[in-house]
């Protein structure tokens, strides 16, 4: 210090730097997606992250997010719900990162990138309908009726012998 120069009374001088959460993005995601989708698409947007996402990493700093709390998430749901739909939920979040890019209200890597999918097999567990029920069960009964009267004819011709 100088002779003569007063010292600058500085209190507690921190840098202090404003938080935007994943939630405040995925609002403003949902808010600009409103734009394009109808209420029930919306809605059902906003209900699956509520349910699928909010709860892993919606209260984290965005900056702070890795590819770690994303396979967090896959471990979690794995379980609860099919391949195919957690490939969707991660999609999801890739959008709401490459949004807040965009928007420059992140920017870091998107770390869903490194993110391999699931395998999912798209074998489906279908029940008849009654009308197919019915149609099988005539069906049924027609071959029964053929194969048992070839059966008798061949047991009258056994028979002969």
Do not use: W
Request: with cysteine; glycine share 2%; proline share 2%.
């Amino acid at each position: 210090m100088r002779v003569g120069e007063t010292p600058t009374k500085v209190k507690n001088k921190r840098l202090v730097k404003e938080i935007i959460t994943f939630d405040m993005v995925a609002l403003k995601y949902f808010e600009n997606r409103k734009l394009h989708l109808s209420t029930t698409n919306h809605n059902d947007l906003v209900s699956k992250y509520n349910i699928h996402v909010q709860p892993f990493i919606g209260n984290l700093d965005i900056e702070e997010i890795e590819t770690s709390h994303i396979e967090n998430i896959i471990i979690n749901k794995k379980e609860e719900i099919a391949p195919s739909t957690i490939n969707k939920m991660i999609e999801g979040i890739s959008t709401i990162f490459n949004f807040a890019i965009k928007k420059r209200l992140y920017t870091g890597k998107n770390p869903t990138k490194d993110i391999k999918k699931l395998k999912d097999s798209n074998e489906r567990t279908r029940f008849l309908s009654q009308e197919e029920i019915d149609l099988l069960i005539n069906e049924a009964k027609q071959k029964c009726k053929k194969v048992f009267k070839s059966s008798k004819l061949y047991q009258a011709q056994l028979s002969k012998y």
